[in-house]
């Protein structure tokens, strides 16, 4: 079992940037996909960042330039928002999984965090 706790979420203004970050409770670095999705009300969940264990990622169209997905100490996976826009407002969930693929589909994913919630006003 892998227990993911994710914080660092809040209300900023649109340009602003966030720093998520998620412990998990075992060591994921260079073992396991990692990845970062959202969900914003009366919407489906979708992925937003991916890291596998070679340290890989990979970004959804919508993200990609602004955000960034990164290990930091054997436990820790940080996800960088930059240049946030109102779209970006949702809740992020951090999620793991040890298939040897890592892909930006979120039925692969057998662990979860709670979320964090992220906020942009225009």
């Known amino acids: 079992q892998v227990q993911l706790v994710e914080s660092g979420g809040g209300s900023v203004q649109a340009g602003g940037s966030l720093r998520l970050s998620c412990v998990a409770s075992?060591?994921?670095?260079?073992?396991?996909?990692m990845g970062w999705f959202r969900q914003a009300p009366g919407k489906e969940r979708e992925g937003v960042a991916t890291?596998?264990?070679?340290?890989?990622t990979s970004y959804a169209d919508s993200v990609r330039g602004r955000f960034t997905i990164s290990p930091g100490n054997a436990n820790t996976l940080y996800l960088q928002m930059n240049s946030l826009k109102p779209e970006d407002t949702a809740m992020y969930y951090c999620?793991?999984?040890?298939?040897?693929?890592?892909?930006?589909?979120?039925?692969?994913?057998?662990?979860w965090g709670q979320g964090t919630q992220v906020t942009v006003s225009s």
């Open positions: 075992t060591n994921t670095y260079r073992r396991a996909c």
């Open positions: 890291i596998d264990s070679d340290g890989r």
């Open positions: 999620a793991a999984h040890f298939f040897q693929w890592c892909l930006l589909r979120d039925n692969d994913y057998k662990y």
